[in-house]
């Protein structure tokens, strides 16, 4: 009997134990759901900053590179003139020479 009460006693503190840690835990949850991380976002502020100033400035060199190549295209002549002459001047002498033939 005195064996089965001892049994008894040890399983009533390992109950009570277990109790005990369970309630810890509860606590524990209980405070880490009220804890707040606050992440601290200052550098990557600054990074990010730095980098659209980067793009804003790439993209400020990539209009005006844009704005160059442009007016080239639309100041560049495809032909030099003196071909250009010689080709109308050629057409009209042609077309006088057929004339002249078939009459």
């Known amino acids: 009997m005195k064996k089965l ?3 008894m006693t040890l399983m009533v503190n ?3 134990d277990f109790r005990n840690g369970v309630e810890q835990l509860e606590k524990i949850k209980d405070q880490l759901k009220a804890t707040k991380i606050k992440m601290d976002l200052t550098d ?3 990074t990010i900053e ?9 993209l400020k060199s990539i209009k ?3 704005n160059r190549f442009e007016n080239t295209i639309m100041q560049a002549k495809i032909y030099p003139n003196w071909a250009v002459v010689m080709f109308v001047v050629s057409v009209i ?3 006088v020479l057929v004339l002249y ?3």
């Not at 730095?50 to 790439?58: N, R």
């Open 93 to 95: 002498g042609n077309l």
């Open 101 to 103: 033939l078939f009459m």
């Open 5 to 7: 009460e001892e049994q």
């Open 50 to 58: 730095i980098h659209k100033q980067q793009m804003t400035s790439c």
């Open 14 to 16: 390992e109950i009570n």
């Open 64 to 66: 005006s590179f844009e």
């Open 44 to 46: 990557y502020k600054t």
